[in-house]
T-cell receptor
Framework: DTGVSQDPRHKITKRGQNVTFRCDPISEHNRLYWYRQTLGQGPEFLTYFQNEAQLEKSRLLSDRFSAERPKGSFSTLEIQRTEQGDSAMYLC?????????????FGPGTRLTVT | ELKVEQNPLFLSMQEGKNYTIYCNYSTTSDRLYWYRQDPGKSLESLFVLLSNGAVKQEGRLMASLDTKARLSTLHITAAVHDLSATYFCAVDTIEETSGSRLTFGEGTQLTVNP
């Protein structure tokens, strides 16, 4: 399967703990995106990378959130000192310029539950 | 700030009927995407609309884009149960930063009843 993959698929953690999620994009894609989706809402943009450079961060990305893409391939999203409000589905997507513009392909998501 | 509004948010329809979902957005953009999401699953790309007047069709679904009216429509023809899902429209940013963030609508939860 050459789609976007994410790990873990589910994470349950206690409030105050740190968590880290991983995303592996489609191999030829140079852009990688993180979104957060809560129940009944559309995904909300968090940040994106072009190769290893983080080009944009949403104001939703508080100081407790950090994302990296060290070699321009996989990416990690870390949440420090988790809060119950962080409970959501975290989606990763990747894209590259093509005949369908920068169409973003989404991974299966990591569902985070903070207890 | 770019806002994307979909209506209706909930749609229950009978098999065989037609209906249209509307997506309005607040600022200039000529790149609009439609995604489908099944419960507990990720998003599946349906249509990519990259210019004013673009129309794309796949099976019982047809999407169009009017950039002057800042409106996209997703038309469902002769609905079948398998189309039950949540449909999102998403708008790319303004041209010079295109390919960065997508701003999504709230989604339209479609239920097709036998």
């Amino acid at each position: 399967d050459t789609g976007v993959s994410q790990d873990p698929r589910h994470k349950i953690t206690k409030r105050g703990q740190n968590v880290t999620f991983r995303c592996d994009p489609i191999s030829e894609h140079n852009r990688l995106y993180w979104y957060r989706q809560t129940l009944g809402q559309g995904p909300e943009f968090l940040t994106y990378f072009q190769n290893e450079a983080q080009l944009e961060k949403s104001r939703l990305l508080s100081d407790r959130f950090s994302a990296e893409r060290p070699k321009g391939s996989f990416s990690t999203l870390e949440i420090q000192r988790t809060e119950q409000g962080d409970s959501a589905m975290y989606l990763c997507a990747s894209s590259s310029w093509g005949h369908r513009g920068y169409e973003q392909y989404f991974g299966p998501g990591t569902r985070l539950t903070v207890t | 700030e770019l806002k994307v509004e979909q209506n209706p948010l909930f749609l229950s329809m009978q098999e065989g009927k037609n209906y249209t979902i509307y997506c309005n957005y607040s600022t200039t953009s000529d790149r609009l995407y439609w995604y489908r999401q099944d419960p507990g699953k990720s998003l599946e790309s349906l249509f990519v609309l990259l210019s004013n007047g673009a129309v794309k069709q796949e099976g019982r679904l047809m999407a169009s884009l009017d950039t002057k009216a800042r409106l996209s429509t997703l038309h469902i023809t002769a609905a079948v149960h398998d189309l039950s899902a949540t449909y999102f429209c998403a708008v790319d940013t303004i041209e010079e930063t295109s390919g960065s963030r997508l701003t999504f609508g709230e989604g339209t939860q479609l239920t097709v009843n036998p």
